[in-house]
């Protein structure tokens, strides 16, 4: 196959461009954080709700008000577990996310009574597995930033060993922890893989191969030891545990969104990044392992 310039120039430009703007959002204040997760929330459900479409056809006639009502009621979810991290006044995102969710929730099973033919539970249970997976994982990823779920409680000035820690890398260390262990393990898993893989992984993904995903996993949990090592020693083995986790967990995440569109017989989950498919082929990885890096954390605290 000859080497073509033009679809490379396009798929390099895209790359740089969008690891900037995940490094602004990441990294430039909280407001920026939300913003940007705002938007990969909502273009992961409007992906979401093409696949599965696709998947069952009548899924596509859900009536509009399931359809943005339950990514109203998601981004509610998203905005309770803001805690208190957001206020403005008298006014936090915390409490505008409760009546969001509720308001949402109640909108769908409704909605599905008044203006569909027939109520079918199939699609109300499409859009709860869509609650999960999606809107759940960005709620998770945005307590972890906020730091809420290890702050001392009830008046408490110190910290146990364990919190200790947490509050060293808590608020956008976090996220970055993950996002960067992620990151590391796709694009070694692909250079060992290349380099040595031969046993197919999963018939789901076959480019992927045990040695490729094993090598992958080994060499984030090693580079993310090494930074927090370099960072703050004390808490460089809570940096590789988590890098296992994310890595572990994302190569799944990988598989499902794979499964997904394979059920939907489509290459790519949509195109808003040329070259690179949509926002649910970006962020299959870091929906499956926010989950369980907050429970993690959460066990751990």
Known sequence: MAFNWQTFRTRALTAILFVVVMLVGLLWNKWSFLFLFSIIHFGCWFEYQKLVGLIDKGYQTINP????????????????????????????????????????????PISELLFSK?????????????????????????????????????GEDTFTNISTLLARISGYAVPLIIIGSIWINDTMAYIVGSLIGKTPLSSISPKKTWEGT???????????????????????????VIAAVA?????????????????????????????????????????????????????IN
């Open 65 to 108: 008000f399931h359809k943005y009502g339950v990514m109203i009621g998601g981004y509610g979810l998203m905005l309770f577990f803001t805690a208190d991290w957001y206020i403005s006044g008298n006014v936090s995102l915390h409490s505008i996310g409760w009546m969001l969710m509720l308001a949402g929730f109640i909108m769908v």
């Open 118 to 154: 027939q109520f079918n539970f199939k699609y109300i249970a499409h859009s709860v597995f869509g609650l999960i997976y999606i809107s759940l994982s960005w709620a998770l990823l945005m307590h972890l930033r906020s730091g809420a779920m290890w702050m001392p409680h009830n």
């Open 214 to 240: 094993i090598g992958g996993i080994i060499l984030a949990v090693v580079v993310m030891w090494v930074l927090g090592y370099l960072s703050q020693s004390s808490a460089a083995w809570l940096w590789a």
């Open 247 to 299: 890595a572990v967990a994302g190569t799944f995440g990988d598989l499902l969104e794979s499964k997904l569109k394979r059920l939907a017989n489509v290459k790519d989950s949509g195109s808003f990044m040329p070259g690179h498919g949509g926002f649910l082929d970006r962020f299959d990885s870091l929906l499956l392992a926010t989950p369980f890096v907050w429970l993690l954390l959460k066990l």
